[in-house]
């Protein structure tokens, strides 16, 4: 064994690392959580859970998530030694992490776009799930096959040659040297926060009603103040909309959202912000470690790398509370308490029941089904006119 493919660890180091298999540990628990109350359901229903387009990518998404957290748990080996070197468990390392980031950045994706076709451009999904299983099928394939072509054709760490898969330096991935880091994972990661902070923005801005689509052509709500002019009157502009016409442009497009459009709109932000916490700390800190490579790994700080490591390995964790808590019907885990709620309203005429795609919630349609009531109330001057 070379000294290249052997690091020791300092007692700080060690200690953040623990930090780091501790959350991957609740990364995988609730995962496994999750994917037993699906189980559970699927039993119960005698359906299969993966019924929509939203369930497949979510379904990988979270087994993503466990590859993810179980990169982190084999961290606990090298806690236990005080040392990383090569061999078969650091290169097992190494694929589970590669497979686990790279699908967690690549599912991501895939959601990100799905909910804005639905939310935004409303766009119905087909009962067919030939679409969604072949992305899925996609991000897998690439992710495989990039680590086993990558690993196949790099050197072995044998005569001294610098493997593949090494110590970089507190835990097991892609060397420093190649270049294929980039393809493999950044750019997969900087492109999913990049897409979900623009998409995610425009959902929102269109379920507030700042953003509608009418007679072809997409119009902006905007909501601007002009000084008044020496005589205490705004400047005519003709060819301006008048505040009147934005106004009800406004209320028409919010009275077609509905209230769902509001609730809906307020948890898009939280899938670019949840994605962007648990991974942009991990991103920096990774290109922060080729800093002062003249100092020992041993001698290096770690506070800064292990908590941004260990909030990367709350991803799956994360994401879990996320979904069951925000959009527990992506897995039916609510068809229980949505069965007892209709029951309760079945005799309301008021109650529209939500239209459905396939036997599940149509996200476009689920926007649409409870029309906000809009009142206008005339001012007390008027009111006392029209009294007497």
Request: with cysteine; aromatic share 10%.
């Amino acid at each position: 064994m070379t000294d290249t493919c052997h690091t020791p660890l300092g007692v700080h180091q060690v200690i953040g690392l623990s930090f780091t298999v501790e959350a991957g540990c609740l990364s995988f628990t609730a995962v496994v959580i999750a994917a037993g109350l699906v189980t559970r359901n699927a039993i119960a229903e005698r359906k299969q859970p993966f019924r929509t387009h939203a369930d497949i990518y979510i379904g990988s998404l979270l087994l993503a998530d466990s590859f993810q957290a179980v990169g982190a748990i084999l961290d606990a080996r090298w806690v236990s030694s005080q040392a990383i070197w090569c061999g078969t468990y650091c290169n097992a390392q190494g694929a589970v992490q590669e497979l686990g980031e790279t699908g967690v950045a690549m599912s991501t994706l895939a959601i990100t776009i799905y909910t804005f076709c639905c939310l935004f451009l409303r766009w119905s999904p087909s009962r067919s799930r030939v679409l969604p299983i072949f992305w899925v099928c996609i991000i897998w394939t690439y992710s495989f096959l990039f680590f086993i072509i990558g690993y196949a054709t790099r050197p072995k760490p044998k005569n001294g040659e610098l493997p593949f898969i090494d110590a970089t330096p507190y835990w097991c991935w892609i060397r420093d040297s190649y270049a294929l880091r980039i393809p493999g994972e950044y750019l997969w990661i900087w492109i999913t926060v990049i897409t979900s902070a623009i998409l995610y923005t425009l959902v929102y801005l269109k379920l507030n009603g700042f953003i509608f689509k009418s007679d072809g052509s997409w119009h902006i709500i905007t909501i601007s103040r002009r000084k008044p002019s020496h005589h205490g009157t705004p400047p005519a502009d003709q060819n301006a909309p008048t505040p009147n016409i934005r106004l009800e442009s406004h209320v028409r497009n919010l009275s077609e959202l509905g209230e769902r459009a509001a609730s809906e709109s307020k948890k898009m932000i939280l899938y670019p912000c949840a994605y962007a916490i648990t991974v942009l700390p991990q991103t920096i800190a990774r290109w922060a470690v080729k800093v002062n490579l003249e100092i020992p790994v041993q001698d290096r700080p770690f506070a800064v790398v292990g908590a941004a490591v260990s909030i990367f390995g709350l991803s799956g964790f994360i994401n879990v509370i996320l979904f069951l808590s925000t959009r527990p019907s992506l897995f039916r885990l609510d068809d229980g308490r949505r069965r007892r709620s209709q029951s309760a309203v079945g005799s309301c005429s008021r109650c529209a029941p939500l239209r459905t795609v396939g036997g599940a919630v149509n996200p476009s349609a689920e926007l649409t089904a409870r029309p906000t009531r809009i009142v206008l109330r005339e001012s007390s001057s008027s009111s006392a006119s029209s009294g007497k």
